[in-house]
């Protein structure tokens, strides 16, 4: 059901607050963020270059313009949904998890925690790309993204069979649960698109595994046909 909440792993992180505080609108201890003003937040100094590129991407595609994002303290983020009509994980749910952040695709809203720059790109990367994987795994795709999607498939199971001992100990973590993420997910159409998404998200937000990918010269190539394979996969025809 991509109507239910999406909670993700907890990532390390890099708190954006102070930014968000220039941007979006302010409801209580709520900010809220159109993508509008999501590219006034992309000038700050909060966000590495690959986020940077990737977020350019995301939002010059326009597909995540139906979008908002809310962020704030758990209880005034829960709070301010509910009073809105909107389906979301309950406050006790998010704290017991240690839940960064996570989306909800039936009412197109993103909602973030002690928000970070690599948990905000994750769940954009998630808004911007999860419907049209879903539709590829329910047969309704176009060549050119289920192409797309074929390479990615590939890139995932490169990544699941690489040696764990073979990249430094504090991306070893970071694998692991972007591994579980996958592992874990469903074998319906629903199941297949929330892995091979977990993969893309993990590996263009976490920026252990990131910079992992492209430090290490067996699987350099691999992170530069992830990155190209979802920017086909964003454009539809790119």
């Known amino acids: 059901n991509t109507n239910t909440p999406k909670a993700e792993e907890s990532v390390k992180e890099t708190p954006i607050k102070t930014a968000l505080e220039s941007v979006g609108r302010k409801s209580g201890d709520v900010r809220v963020v159109s993508m509008t003003a999501l590219k006034n937040l992309m000038k700050k100094d909060f966000f590495t270059a690959d986020h940077k590129t990737i977020m350019h991407e995301i939002l010059n595609s326009l597909a995540t313009k139906e979008y908002s994002i809310m962020a704030g303290p758990v209880q005034a983020v829960s709070d301010y949904a509910q009073s809105r009509g909107k389906t979301i994980l309950s406050a006790e749910d998010v704290q017991k998890n240690n839940t960064k952040g996570y989306i909800n695709f039936g009412d197109k809203s993103i909602y973030l925690f002690n928000p970070s720059a690599e948990t905000m790109v994750h769940e954009l990367i998630h808004a911007s790309t999860f419907e049209k994987v879903l539709a590829h795994y329910e047969g309704n795709s176009i060549p050119e993204v289920s192409e797309a999607i074929s390479n990615i498939e590939m890139l995932m199971n490169d990544f699941m069979s690489m040696d764990k001992d073979s ?72």
Do not use: C, Y
């Open 167 to 238: 990249i430094s100990p504090s991306a070893q973590a970071d694998m692991q649960n972007t591994r579980h993420a996958i592992q874990t997910s469903g074998i319906d159409a629903v199941g297949q698109a929330q892995a091979l998404n977990e993969f893309m998200a993990w590996s263009l937000a976490n920026q252990n595994i990131a910079s992992e990918l492209k430090a290490n010269a067996s699987t350099k190539t691999l992170a530069q046909k992830v990155v190209a394979a979802i920017k086909k996969l964003i454009w539809g025809r790119r």
